[in-house]
């Protein structure tokens, strides 16, 4: 759902920019508290810049969703409960930038519009509802990532509907908004259902090997067994769930493999299909106004090496590049953030 330039006008363009420009302001703060907790905090920064690479990787990855129209992670859900919301708003926008810059891929002038519709809405509504929902669920890893698989499905099409709003508020074509907004939610629906399952798979897989790096886990209690007449029954106190320990390196590792495998290899098998937004942009003529990217230029334009001519080469050396173009930004930014935190904590004391 990457916006491109010349879908929203100059003056909404600059409004999103600075509401996105907030957001990543408050955010900042926000996780400096996330990245600096003692609960996992000394482990999460380093996983943030890992998360950021992954979604980028696995954005490369469209999926079809129905016929001539494909769909691709969006993220949001998946970065609030791996490493917390305020992080997760910084993953994508992190995502979106390296996007923006180095493959031409969302407009430069449309990326408030595409962090605010990508990663603030997406992460706000994902993680309120993971939220809600783990209160009311048994407090168990598999409420967790059930829990994940609804927020992410909600999350899409909500992403969808803000769109929708602020094209109402700033489109640059005459197009009834009712059969946008029905298109949009629509298609975005069934995208949703891939989000779902891609996050909800993530989280599981992080939860069973390493429950205690996964933020939104984080309190999760076993009941106390007690041996009574050679059978195991819950005694009536929980205790802390266990937990692993330790350097989350071969995760770390594992993450990372996972992410130059998919963006490198995998991704030349992605669906060639427009995604939601460029489908419905072409059969409801909102993309009239569409205008050229500003990095089209640009030696990785449209996820491919310039002057490469074999397509699988010059794909994957694009993924590859970018997944760690994405991790050396968003490891850099996120152990300032944490430094900032430590030096902070270590002045008041």
């Known amino acids: 759902m990457h916006v491109p330039d010349g879908f929203i006008n100059a003056p909404v363009s600059a409004v999103a920019g600075v509401v996105a420009a907030g957001a990543v302001a408050v955010s900042l703060r926000g996780a400096r508290r996330e ?135 700033g489109g640059t074509t005459d197009v009834p908004i009712s059969k946008v907004l029905t298109a949009m939610v629509g298609v975005h629906f069934l995208i949703g259902i891939g989000e779902a399952v891609i996050t909800m798979l993530t989280v599981g897989a992080v939860i069973a090997v390493r429950p205690d790096l996964v933020f939104g886990a984080r309190g999760l209690t076993a009941p106390l067994k007690l041996r009574v007449d050679g059978e195991l029954v819950d005694a009536a106190t929980p205790v802390p769930a ?63 090496v310039k002057d490469v001519d074999n397509a699988r080469l010059s794909g994957g050396l694009a993924g590859v590049i970018g997944v760690g173009a994405t991790l050396a930004v968003g490891t850099g930014a996120f152990w300032v953030v944490r430094r900032r935190r430590t030096s902070q904590e270590a002045a008041a004391a």
């Open 35 to 169: 990245l600096g907790e003692g609960h996992g905090g000394e482990r999460t920064a380093p996983l943030a810049g890992l998360v950021a690479a992954f979604i980028f990787a696995v954005q490369m990855l469209n999926f079809p969703v129905a016929t001539g129209t494909s769909g691709h992670l969006l993220g949001g859900a998946l970065a609030a409960i791996l490493v917390g919301p305020w992080t997760g708003v910084l993953c994508v926008a992190v995502v979106l930038l390296m996007q923006g810059i180095l493959f031409a891929d969302g407009g430069l002038t449309a990326l408030g519009v595409n962090i605010t519709v990508m990663g603030v809405v997406t992460v706000v509504v994902a993680y309120a509802l993971f939220r809600g929902l783990v209160l009311v669920l048994p407090r168990t890893r598999g409420s967790v990532t059930a829990a994940s698989f609804v927020a992410a499905l909600v999350s899409v099409p909500a992403s969808a509907a803000a769109f929708t709003l602020i094209y109402a508020i």
């Open 242 to 304: 266990p937990t692993a320990s330790g350097s989350p390196r071969k995760l770390w590792i594992g993450g990372l493999v996972t992410a130059l495998v998919l963006a490198g290899f995998v991704s030349f098998y992605a669906s060639a299909s427009p995604d939601g937004l460029e489908k419905v942009a072409a059969d409801k003529g909102i993309d009239a106004k569409v205008e050229e990217h500003a990095a089209a230029g640009s030696p990785l334009a449209d996820y491919g």
